[in-house]
């Protein structure tokens, strides 16, 4: 049974990545703070909280030891933080100061990976807090190192997974590893070796805006190189999966999606469901000794392995509340699989028989239920069009990304530009600025050197990408 420890509420805006090292708890948000609590009563820590950033937070973690803390900015700097005091130990500016969205420490804290929404992959030499070598790559959202520490992985918004070395070689690519972009990836902490004691192979997982959570082996020889092979794909969520991460012990891994629920795998088992917080049809637990009992909306799960047929094409299905279709385009049975996730099965014959697609189901009123679809129950009116308003406010799909957001207009840009401060602007938002704030930065307020601007069309093709998913 999995029950609720302690809820924090001092952030002011999203929170957007926690990490945890053997005894502190550190979150990072929107709000441009990050904040650190101890792991043994969650109290916040005197120095907390830590506000050297000029920008929104996306990325935090620990170095392996829990001495230091690194963060990263839409401000397109890394931010190292000693644990002892809370004091800034290194500022290290991300090279074409384009936002940072990701980093991660390898596992003897001897690098320190950087990602940002240019595609470049900075590697830092932490004990000298030197840079070693910087790629271009695509948007870069994710990253990990292999547990051994000579590799890392990266994973794109176009959806291609990478891995690397620490001379910042590619190794193997797979390309569009997940449909409309990578979200997260992480190596197990195991690995295998061969007889001689080399290592040759580790796990990797994966997950995507494609709703999928994908297992991968990585094979490492010393004579023909790195490749890369899929071993399962698990599509037991309904919507983007945002996180995955192995445990400690790489016994178990974890997965967090869009349709709000969090899946637990046996990871040694590669894809058997071991707990799911979603208590409906579409995720029916079973398996041997195992059982399912409902106490007051809490699941438990008694035994290991209950599992989810994750190849089938059921399994794999998006209920359309939580799809990218408008619901203007759902078809009829796109209704019907709506009626049953929000568990009004009982009216999928009646919405059949008079041809409710999405467009009719949005023109319902108590009137037509009533006398139209003949359903009595004035309960059971209510619930269907208070649920129909439900879905007309939630959003139809993720956040946006800060990167695509004009810093000036706060809107998707249209024709972004890159200005001599080395920040993207919607051109015309920043032509108006130029003229009327005696040429200072928007982001730095420092004097602009040139008011020449500079089309980045890397950017503008990510976000007509990333608008036509929607």
């Known amino acids: 049974m999995v029950s609720l420890i302690c809820t924090v509420h001092d952030h002011r805006d999203d929170v957007n990545c926690c990490a945890f090292s053997s005894s502190l708890l550190a979150t990072c948000s929107a709000d441009k703070t990050v904040r650190v609590y101890s792991t043994r009563d969650f109290s916040e820590l005197p120095f907390s909280p830590l506000s050297g950033h000029g920008y929104g937070v996306h990325c935090c973690c620990f170095s392996a030891c829990g001495q230091y803390l690194a963060s990263c900015s839409t401000d397109a700097t890394t931010v190292v ?57 695509t948007t870069m959202v994710a990253c990990s ?55 040759v192979q580790f796990r990797l997982v994966s997950c995507g805006q494609d709703s999928l959570l994908k297992i991968w082996i ?30 400690a012990d790489g016994q ?22 071991v707990f799911s917080d979603r208590p409906s049809d579409s995720h029916r637990l079973y398996g041997q000794n195992s059982e399912r009992v409902e106490d007051g909306g809490r699941l438990q799960l008694s035994g290991w392995g209950a599992e989810v047929p994750f190849s089938s094409d059921e399994a794999g ?13 759902w078809s009829e049975d796109d209704v019907s699989a709506w009626l049953r996730e929000e568990g009004l099965e009982s009216l999928v014959d009646a919405f059949k028989a ?11 009123s108590k ?44 809107e998707v840009m249209k024709d972004p530009v890159i200005a001599a401060d080395g920040y993207s602007y919607e051109r015309e938002a920043i032509d108006s600025w130029i003229k009327t704030k005696n040429r200072s930065s928007p982001m730095t307020n420092l004097p602009l050197q040139t008011t020449l601007l500079t089309p980045n069309r890397t950017l503008k093709m990510a976000i007509c990408r990333w608008s036509s998913s929607q």
């Open 367 to 410: 009137e037509s239920l009533s006398s139209d679809l003949h359903i009595e129950s004035l309960g059971l009116r209510s619930k269907v069009l208070r649920k129909i308003e439900e879905m007309k406010m939630a959003p139809v799909s993720g956040g946006i990304p800060d990167e695509f957001l004009c810093p000036i207009t706060h």
């Open 218 to 247: 990585v094979f490492q020889n010393f004579s023909t190189g790195c490749k890369m092979q899929l071993l399962h794909t698990l599509s037991g969520q309904q919507s983007a999966v945002l996180c995955c991460a192995y445990s």
């Open 354 to 364: 008079n041809n409710i697609d999405g467009a009719e189901l949005l023109s319902l």
């Open 145 to 199: 190192f292999s547990p051994c520490g000579q590799l890392f992985a990266t994973g794109s918004t176009y959806g291609d997974l990478r891995i690397w070395n620490l001379s910042m070689n590619q190794l193997q690519t797979e390309k569009y590893a997940h449909d409309l972009g990578v979200t997260c990836c992480q190596f197990s902490p195991q690995m295998m070796t061969d007889t001689a004691g080399h290592v």
């Open 81 to 137: 933080w000693t644990m002892a005091s809370g004091e800034i130990e290194a500022v290290l500016e991300h090279p074409g100061r384009s936002p940072v969205r990701v980093c991660t420490f390898s596992p003897d804290s001897s690098f320190l990976i950087s990602g940002a929404s240019d595609g470049t992959v900075a590697l830092w030499d932490f004990p000298s807090r030197l840079l070693t070598g910087a790629v271009p790559d």
């Open 252 to 273: 178990l891994l974890v997965s967090g999606s869009m349709d709000k629920t969090v899946a637990v795998y046996e990871a040694v088992r590669d894809g058997v469901c």
């Open 317 to 329: 299905r998006k209920w359309p509340g939580h799809s990218r279709l408008m619901v203007n385009d």
